[in-house]
């Protein structure tokens, strides 16, 4: 340690921390907070902090809390003044009781370290026990705190600096019981049990800051008109360009700035209590945070039913001549408001638990923490660089070498050496190619972009070895069925997830249906059925299977919190009086408590306006879809979301219930193409959205951000969003050459709109009972294999050996097997590998650099990519300037540029096709 940390007698007289509020419980929000301005302008010193703690203690907090770093100990961050007064104050007992309920709540919590769980085991067990350390006598004095409570005050000496015990990382060694059990019971009492949380959040809050202000809409309206303007321009292009999350808020942040140097210092009376304050002083992070949730609403993408719309307008697909622009209106806003009216009456088990981390969201909250919180300088590891200055390096960095993969050297972000050394091997490129085959590769990409494909450094590590090992089970699954030619998938490339005929070529939807796209049987039956390739019928399969299976399996997990959470909102709907916080008494939780609630009549409201628009949709305009649709959406929805969002908000993994809508509807309601696009438009947009906008809560519940602010940015958002992007897409349409033609020079071929409607086609038109039923029966037979697979995965989880099943994630391992058609390994292997190094080992080696430097660096790199590709495509794609060599057509080359079946139909196929013969025809 510093030696100008020991300057400070700890028998000096401290100053009274008066900004800090002691209510002398943690389950009281005025105990959890402070007077921010007052504690940042009279920063105490370690001497004036912990009197009843010896300095050795204090060394040891420092290191627990990755302070120890500090170049300075003269003036402490607020965080750890804040815990030192929350040590002092609380009672062992209390400590104790703290951490048996917490050893109780997250016994097969995953995202719990297993050493923290141990220690607080060990913690509790030494108190019940009666242990003490040998030495206890000898180094221990007693003193009397403010309570009257006797607690230990030195049982640990400087010599403890050399044991194996290393707080940083929390490692179960006991040397010094009362000081240790007062520490873990305050971080999960007053911060959170999770160290990538306490790596993003304060311990405390001050309902004091502004947030909602003037400068917030301003900025919020401007770059949410933006970038739905970026992103719904370019959804359509192939590769699409998004304006991402990160890269908004790296511009909001001068935004607010400006808006602050500029803005007059006026406060404008509208009516009786409301004032608007145009410039209430600096620009807060409070302030950023609900700027960031204004503009995340059309962040890296846009909303799903532009698709439908697209398909519909469009002349190359369905051309609904009566798709006029109130139909797009009615259409977009009831999909869109649906979702916002479900989020807020599911956050009950998807917002409020400790256990919703909500890994994707955390990367955010870093950086605009980085970004307007000033840092206390640190030597963490020889690293003394400032998060700020972090972030902006990662980020050039990012920018300038996405250059290279993207456009001067594309055969790095595609890095299929192996299927270079050979390639007219086609048994190699099936196996390793990037681009036609099954990815096996240990050195697949060099680009960024391609190694953030499964959020390596934001989503714990357990996701990643349970997604691969899925994969593995996949990649193994599809070579079988290739070689074996099952289903005739031998005919047809490996990994493709177009459609086929029976001569292995393109399938065609539009060779299938007459002029008004509906189904034409004659047509048909010259054509036949489409074929799935063999990573297609694993794809479906395992969609098939993991629907039943995640139903069944989150319930026999989790059915205490979604009864408690479900018994919440049926009282919460009776008596509407009631605090939807009850029962939660987390620490941010309990914050959360000082600003008013967002009432579950509003959203109750919003879903209900909803529901009259869509109703509107399908009575006043032809769109051939009974009201009855609806409901079943709002119903499947509603069944489904609360399992799909409790997985999501605790591992980071999500799947959409597109493809059970589309089976269902198909069978429900055959040969209508149009009816199933528009119920699957509401059925996969609820929820998207409605965990989109659960992320949006989740980071005001984390950064405390009043819910009736976000409530209302939210609402606003959506709004704004909404009528741009339908502004800009029916421009597209007319106001592009060529638009969705394959040839299109501008690569806006629409691939997401042309899979959009092979789906409504397929599943709508020919119906699932003919593709299915006759030529895939054994894919029915997933749901059951999923139903009953959950139940051993249960036991196990449950009862088998802890250690060993604690991070088993069988869902993810499912859903490993949705990556493939067209992805495939060598999209996600890289990211195993930068999981492996920073979410295991810098994570659990050097957690201190881990907590201050990871997520700034994961949204470092992925900012720099997004706005590289932004400014790539207008210099030097927009109008083409290619660049043929070696190192960009390379990738293209052999058969994993071409894969093909490695059968042919015409030669060894009777009658020159395969399937079922002309004139049996399913």
């Given at each position: 340690m510093s030696s100008e940390k020991n300057v400070h007698s700890v028998h000096e007289t401290a100053a009274p921390i008066t900004s800090l509020h002691s209510a002398?419980?943690?389950?009281?929000?005025?105990?959890?907070?402070?007077?921010?301005?007052?504690?940042?302008?009279?920063?105490?010193?370690?001497?004036?902090?912990?009197?009843?703690?010896?300095?050795?203690?204090?060394?040891?907090?420092?290191?627990?809390?990755?302070?120890?770093?500090?170049?300075?100990?003269?003036?402490?961050?607020?965080?750890?003044?804040?815990?030192?007064?929350?040590?002092?104050?609380?009672?062992?007992?209390?400590?104790?009781?703290?951490?048996?309920?917490?050893?109780?709540?997250?016994?097969?919590?995953?995202?719990?370290?297993?050493?923290?769980?141990?220690?607080?085991?060990?913690?509790?067990?030494?108190?019940?026990?009666?242990f003490h350390h040998p030495d206890d006598e000898k180094k221990s004095e007693s003193s009397i705190d403010e309570k009257g409570h006797q607690v230990k005050v030195s049982t640990l000496s400087h010599d403890a600096e050399t044991s194996s015990n290393d707080p940083s990382t929390g490692r179960p060694e006991i040397v010094d019981w009362d000081l240790q059990v007062r520490l873990e019971a305050v971080l999960v009492a007053y911060w959170s049990p999770y160290p990538e949380v306490r790596a993003v959040t304060l311990p405390f809050d001050d309902p004091s800051i502004p947030v909602e202000t003037f400068r917030v809409y301003l900025i919020g309206i401007i770059w949410t008109a933006i970038g739905a303007v970026i992103n719904q321009f370019f959804t359509e292009r192939q590769p699409a360009i998004t304006l991402a999350v990160a890269v908004v808020q790296v511009f909001l942040y001068p935004s607010g700035l400006l808006c602050e140097w500029i803005l007059p210092k006026w406060k404008i009376k509208l009516w009786k209590n409301w004032v608007i304050d145009l410039n209430p002083g600096p620009y807060t992070y409070k302030e950023q945070m609900l700027a960031t949730i204004f503009c995340s609403v059309s962040g890296g993408g846009t909303s799903y039913v532009s698709y439908n719309i697209l398909m519909q307008k469009s002349e190359l697909f369905y051309d609904n001549k009566w798709v006029d622009f109130g139909y797009q209106v009615l259409l977009i806003l009831s999909t869109n408001f649906l979702g916002i009216g479900l989020a807020g009456l599911i956050r009950k088990f998807a917002v409020y638990p400790v256990q919703a981390v909500w890994p994707s969201i955390l990367p955010n909250i870093a950086l605009n923490k980085a970004l307007l919180t000033k840092a206390k300088k640190q030597n963490i590891n020889g690293w003394k660089i400032s998060g700020y200055n972090f972030f902006f390096i990662v980020f050039a960095a990012s920018f300038l070498y996405f250059w290279v993969p993207d456009y001067l050297f594309q055969a790095l972000s595609n890095f299929s050496w192996l299927a270079w050394i050979k390639p007219d091997n086609q048994n190699l490129a099936v196996v390793t190619g990037f681009i036609g085959g099954l990815g096996l590769n240990p050195i697949p990409t060099f680009d960024w972009n391609m190694i953030s494909q499964n959020a390596p450094l934001e989503v714990p590590f357990y996701n990643q070895t349970n997604m691969i090992f899925g994969m593995f089970i996949g990649f193994f699954a599809i070579l079988g069925i290739w070689y074996s030619n099952y289903k005739w998938t031998g005919y047809m490339p490996i990994n493709s997830n177009a459609l086929f005929t029976n001569t292995g070529e393109s399938y065609s939807v539009r060779a299938v249906v007459n002029e008004n796209s509906l189904f034409d049987n004659e047509k048909y039956?010259?054509?036949?059925?489409?074929?799935?390739?063999?990573?297609?019928?694993?794809?479906?399969?395992a969609f098939f299977a993991i629907y039943p299976f995640h139903f069944v399996y989150e319930f026999g997990m989790q059915y205490k919190q979604m009864w408690h959470a479900l018994k919440g909102l049926g009282?919460?709907?009776?008596?509407?009086?009631?605090?939807?916080?009850?029962?939660?008494?987390?620490?941010?939780?309990?914050?959360?408590?000082?600003?008013?609630?967002?009432?579950?009549?509003?959203?109750?409201?919003?879903?209900?306006?909803?529901?009259?628009?869509?109703?509107?949709?399908?009575?006043?305009?032809?769109?051939?879809?009974?009201?009855?649709?609806?409901?079943?959406?709002?119903?499947?929805?509603?069944?489904?979301?609360?399992?799909?969002?409790?997985?999501?908000?605790?591992?980071?993994?999500?799947?959409?219930?597109?493809?059970?809508?589309?089976?269902?509807?198909?069978?429900?309601?055959?040969?209508?193409?149009?009816?199933?696009?528009?119920?699957?438009?509401?059925?996969?947009?609820?929820?998207?959205q409605a965990q989109n906008f659960i992320n949006d809560l989740k980071q005001g519940h984390y950064t405390k951000l009043p819910p009736r602010a976000t409530y209302r940015v939210q609402l606003l958002s959506i709004f704004v969003a909404s009528?741009?992007?339908?502004?800009?897409?029916?421009?597209?349409?007319?106001?592009?050459?060529?638009?969705?033609?394959?040839?299109?020079?501008?690569?806006f071929t629409c691939p997401n709109t042309r899979t959009f409607y092979s789906a409504s086609v397929l599943w709508g038109v020919i119906g699932p009972k003919k593709v299915f039923g006759h030529l895939y029966p054994i894919l029915q037979w997933c749901f059951l294999i999923g139903f009953l697979l959950a139940f051993p995965c249960i036991a196990l989880k449950r009862w088998g050996p802890k250690k060993l099943v604690k991070t088993f994630e069988p869902a993810i391992i499912i859903g490993g097997m949705l990556n493939y058609a067209p992805y495939n390994l060598s999209y996600y292997i890289p990211g195993v590998y930068a999981s492996l190094a920073f979410m295991w080992y810098i994570k659990g080696k050097y957690e201190a650099w881990w907590q201050k430097y990871n997520y700034l660096l994961s949204t470092g790199l992925s900012a720099g990519v997004a706005f590289s590709s932004i400014i790539i495509f207008f210099a030097v794609m927009y109008h083409e300037k290619d660049i043929n060599w070696w190192g960009n057509t390379v990738v293209y080359t052999g058969y994993d540029g071409n894969m093909v079946g490695r059968l042919n139909a015409t030669e060894s196929a009777p009658d020159g096709y395969f399937g079922p013969r002309k004139g049996h025809f399913p």
């Amino acid at each position: 340690m510093s030696s100008e940390k020991n300057v400070h007698s700890v028998h000096e007289t401290a100053a009274p921390i008066t900004s800090l509020h002691s209510a002398g419980s943690h389950l009281q929000r005025e105990d959890h907070e402070v007077n921010l301005d007052a504690v940042l302008s009279n920063p105490l010193s370690i001497g004036e902090v912990g009197t009843t703690l010896t300095d050795a203690q204090k060394d040891y907090v420092l290191k627990r809390l990755h302070f120890d770093a500090l170049t300075s100990f003269t003036e402490l961050p607020p965080e750890c003044t804040f815990i030192f007064e929350k040590i002092e104050q609380m009672s062992t007992q209390e400590a104790v009781e703290i951490l048996k309920d917490a050893i109780e709540e997250h016994e097969y919590d995953v995202n719990v370290q297993e050493h923290d769980l141990d220690l607080w085991k060990e913690l509790v067990d030494y108190n019940a026990h009666g242990f003490h350390h040998p030495d206890d006598e000898k180094k221990s004095e007693s003193s009397i705190d403010e309570k009257g409570h006797q607690v230990k005050v030195s049982t640990l000496s400087h010599d403890a600096e050399t044991s194996s015990n290393d707080p940083s990382t929390g490692r179960p060694e006991i040397v010094d019981w009362d000081l240790q059990v007062r520490l873990e019971a305050v971080l999960v009492a007053y911060w959170s049990p999770y160290p990538e949380v306490r790596a993003v959040t304060l311990p405390f809050d001050d309902p004091s800051i502004p947030v909602e202000t003037f400068r917030v809409y301003l900025i919020g309206i401007i770059w949410t008109a933006i970038g739905a303007v970026i992103n719904q321009f370019f959804t359509e292009r192939q590769p699409a360009i998004t304006l991402a999350v990160a890269v908004v808020q790296v511009f909001l942040y001068p935004s607010g700035l400006l808006c602050e140097w500029i803005l007059p210092k006026w406060k404008i009376k509208l009516w009786k209590n409301w004032v608007i304050d145009l410039n209430p002083g600096p620009y807060t992070y409070k302030e950023q945070m609900l700027a960031t949730i204004f503009c995340s609403v059309s962040g890296g993408g846009t909303s799903y039913v532009s698709y439908n719309i697209l398909m519909q307008k469009s002349e190359l697909f369905y051309d609904n001549k009566w798709v006029d622009f109130g139909y797009q209106v009615l259409l977009i806003l009831s999909t869109n408001f649906l979702g916002i009216g479900l989020a807020g009456l599911i956050r009950k088990f998807a917002v409020y638990p400790v256990q919703a981390v909500w890994p994707s969201i955390l990367p955010n909250i870093a950086l605009n923490k980085a970004l307007l919180t000033k840092a206390k300088k640190q030597n963490i590891n020889g690293w003394k660089i400032s998060g700020y200055n972090f972030f902006f390096i990662v980020f050039a960095a990012s920018f300038l070498y996405f250059w290279v993969p993207d456009y001067l050297f594309q055969a790095l972000s595609n890095f299929s050496w192996l299927a270079w050394i050979k390639p007219d091997n086609q048994n190699l490129a099936v196996v390793t190619g990037f681009i036609g085959g099954l990815g096996l590769n240990p050195i697949p990409t060099f680009d960024w972009n391609m190694i953030s494909q499964n959020a390596p450094l934001e989503v714990p590590f357990y996701n990643q070895t349970n997604m691969i090992f899925g994969m593995f089970i996949g990649f193994f699954a599809i070579l079988g069925i290739w070689y074996s030619n099952y289903k005739w998938t031998g005919y047809m490339p490996i990994n493709s997830n177009a459609l086929f005929t029976n001569t292995g070529e393109s399938y065609s939807v539009r060779a299938v249906v007459n002029e008004n796209s509906l189904f034409d049987n004659e047509k048909y039956q010259e054509i036949g059925p489409p074929f799935y390739t063999a990573a297609n019928l694993v794809v479906y399969g395992a969609f098939f299977a993991i629907y039943p299976f995640h139903f069944v399996y989150e319930f026999g997990m989790q059915y205490k919190q979604m009864w408690h959470a479900l018994k919440g909102l049926g009282s919460a709907l009776k008596d509407w009086r009631k605090s939807t916080y009850e029962g939660f008494n987390d620490p941010h939780s309990v914050m959360m408590r000082a600003y008013p609630e967002v009432p579950e009549w509003a959203y109750l409201c919003i879903l209900v306006i909803s529901i009259v628009l869509a109703i509107l949709c399908v009575k006043v305009y032809p769109a051939e879809t009974p009201v009855w649709g609806i409901f079943f959406a709002l119903g499947i929805n509603f069944v489904f979301l609360i399992p799909l969002t409790t997985v999501y908000a605790r591992t980071g993994f999500s799947f959409g219930l597109n493809v059970l809508v589309e089976l269902i509807v198909g069978y429900a309601i055959p040969g209508n193409g149009l009816a199933l696009s528009f119920i699957k438009a509401l059925g996969y947009n609820i929820d998207g959205q409605a965990q989109n906008f659960i992320n949006d809560l989740k980071q005001g519940h984390y950064t405390k951000l009043p819910p009736r602010a976000t409530y209302r940015v939210q609402l606003l958002s959506i709004f704004v969003a909404s009528f741009i992007q339908l502004a800009i897409l029916n421009f597209q349409i007319t106001g592009i050459k060529n638009y969705c033609q394959l040839d299109n020079t501008q690569k806006f071929t629409c691939p997401n709109t042309r899979t959009f409607y092979s789906a409504s086609v397929l599943w709508g038109v020919i119906g699932p009972k003919k593709v299915f039923g006759h030529l895939y029966p054994i894919l029915q037979w997933c749901f059951l294999i999923g139903f009953l697979l959950a139940f051993p995965c249960i036991a196990l989880k449950r009862w088998g050996p802890k250690k060993l099943v604690k991070t088993f994630e069988p869902a993810i391992i499912i859903g490993g097997m949705l990556n493939y058609a067209p992805y495939n390994l060598s999209y996600y292997i890289p990211g195993v590998y930068a999981s492996l190094a920073f979410m295991w080992y810098i994570k659990g080696k050097y957690e201190a650099w881990w907590q201050k430097y990871n997520y700034l660096l994961s949204t470092g790199l992925s900012a720099g990519v997004a706005f590289s590709s932004i400014i790539i495509f207008f210099a030097v794609m927009y109008h083409e300037k290619d660049i043929n060599w070696w190192g960009n057509t390379v990738v293209y080359t052999g058969y994993d540029g071409n894969m093909v079946g490695r059968l042919n139909a015409t030669e060894s196929a009777p009658d020159g096709y395969f399937g079922p013969r002309k004139g049996h025809f399913p």
